[in-house]
């Protein structure tokens, strides 16, 4: 290791010319994401969610910030696409393609809380069968499945081909590659500018997946609890299958923060909640995505990154 080199953090953990996807960008966590990257030099970021009024207005919130970039052209790009339709899925992975070319970071953020099962406030074992049985009747489940499990599946997938693209721009050589001792080449001799010929980040998945994922003590409800587990674990299973494909994956699991989400819930909580105290900020979200975003994040694939206060290591949880 060269440890005479020049360390920056401004160089280290900033997004400086990145294209980036974040569904559910509009709101919550997503657009707190965003605002960490177009603050740090994105060169793209492409927020995705349903609601396109949702989507503009939380663009022109960053955009009238005194903390904006001074840019000559858009950096913020709102579309409007449900992340359970693939065509729609299809459509926005043709616009980017035209657009931009590549994508370096996806960010499967977009999800839902599901159907409440408050498990703890029966008190009949026929009122606890009701409970569980909440929102099955009406597809609520399969909904909640659908979006924050399947959907970071089918996402991932569409946009393999534009992540790949990204590799290539930064001289690795394309598909597959595989067997002991036989690295993925990387030829550095005619970098695009803006390129470095030590930047060497493969193109990543960034899965938000949750504390629930892990939780055992179940506030947030079972198909909440169950749909984000079996996101981290896709998360990590697409570090291991996509090893060989040169495309990195990562899982983000944040405790409680402020969002459409949570915004009914109280910010205060005690050290056998919380043991921070708080709900995440803006600064515990920029911290840890341009981490694992920025330069000094290469060598981070197939992680789980808690970012919950402590959450975790005082309620029941297995992680
Ligand atoms: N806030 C927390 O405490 C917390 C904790 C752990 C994990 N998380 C996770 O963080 C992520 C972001 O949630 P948030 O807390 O920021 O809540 P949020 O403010 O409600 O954001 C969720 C976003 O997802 C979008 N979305 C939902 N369904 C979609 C679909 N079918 N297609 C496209 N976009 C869709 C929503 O936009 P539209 O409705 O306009 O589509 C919304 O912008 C979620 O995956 C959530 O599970 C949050």
Redesign the pocket.
Known sequence: MDIQAHLNPAKLFSAEGLVVVI????????IAIASALYQNGAQKIYL????LN?LEEAIKTLESSTSAPKTSSPVLVPIS????DQSSVAEVVSQIEKESGYVDVLIN????IGPATNLYKPTSIAELRDTMLQGMASNEWETTMK??TQ?VVSVSATFLPLLEAANTRRGWSPGKVTGDGNPRKRDTSNLPEGVDGDDDRLAQIIT?????SFMRYCTAGLAYNAS?SAAAQLGKIMATFLSEWGVRSNVV??????????NHIEGVYGTSQVPQGRKGNIHDVAGIFLFLMGKGGAYINGSVQLTDGGRTSVWPATF
């Not at 569904?23 to 997503?30: A, K």
């Not at 938000?208 to 629930?212: K, R």
């Open positions: 569904t559910g960008g509009g709101s919550g966590i997503g995705i969610g349903r609601r949702v696409c449900d992340v359970t953020n977009a999800g839902v979006i924050n959907a938000v997946a949750s504390v629930a984000k699991c944040p405790g409680p923060y402020p969002s459409g989400m949570t």
